[in-house]
């Protein structure tokens, strides 16, 4: 198998594997229901940060040391499963405040589009980089599955890269796609009732992924 060859099969391989339902959809789709669709961008490119960095971490070789390493790997498990646990659990018991946030912006015209007048709302993005920098499956997903489209005769290092590259840039346009779906509907989904109850969906999602993380920890 060729360059070439690998690229077309790993291009649609990567496409199915970013449009899969996930905690990261569940995020990003949360964000542009309840907030706006700038927020919302912001997640989704901290989430893809978060992949590109994994895919450097996999490229040149500190994925397989992870991989090797219990202790690192359960100590970073335990991490990203404590922020997990935190953000779900504030997201749900804050229900209300965030309600009330949402309520606010949605009776502005305009809102869902514009910059938020604080700047870059790092926050958002933070908040998805952090969700997938502290999954190390992602990390050991990125080391066990990229290889498999790396042809002999190649740079290893540049190929990984360039592979992991194009894996960000399909889940980012796939969040773009999802947030652009999600606009229209934001009046609706903006209702006082509707935003707590993707809050605290959502937060739930968050819980249960940081209680797995946290379990599989355990019994590794």
């Given at each position: 198998m060729g360059p070439s060859e690998a690229l077309i099969a790993f291009v649609p391989a990567a496409g199915l594997l970013a449009i899969t339902p996930g905690l990261d959809t569940a995020l990003v789709l949360r964000t542009a229901a309840s907030e706006n669709g700038w927020r919302a961008l912001c997640a989704g490119a901290g989430i893809c940060l978060g992949c590109l960095l994994w895919g450097i971490v996999a490229a040149f070789g500190l994925g397989a040391l992870l991989d090797a390493s219990r202790t690192a790997y359960t100590a970073l498990r335990w991490a990203g499963a404590a922020y997990l646990i935190y953000l779900g659990g504030r997201m749900a018991l804050n229900a209300r405040s965030r309600m009330d946030e949402a309520a606010g912006e949605s009776a502005a015209p305009g809102a869902s589009?514009?910059?938020?007048?604080?700047?870059?709302?790092?926050?958002?993005?933070?908040?998805?980089?952090?969700?997938?920098?502290l999954n190390p499956k992602v990390?050991?997903?990125?080391?066990?599955?990229?290889?498999?489209f790396v042809p002999a005769g190649v740079d290893v290092r540049s190929f990984t890269l360039l592979l992991a590259s194009i894996h960000v840039l399909e889940s980012f346009l796939w969040f773009v796609l999802l947030i652009a779906m999600t606009r229209p509907?934001?009046?609706?989904?903006?209702?006082?009732?509707?935003?707590?109850?993707?809050?605290?969906?959502?937060?739930g999602i968050l819980i249960?992924?940081?209680?797995?993380?946290f379990f599989s920890a355990r019994h590794a």
């Open positions: 589009t514009a910059v938020p007048a604080g700047g870059w709302p790092s926050i958002w993005l933070s908040r998805g980089l952090l969700t997938n920098i990390g050991v997903f990125y080391v066990t599955f990229l290889p498999q509907l934001a009046a609706a989904l903006c209702r006082p009732g509707v935003v707590r109850t993707l809050d605290r969906i959502t937060g249960a992924f940081g209680l797995k993380l």
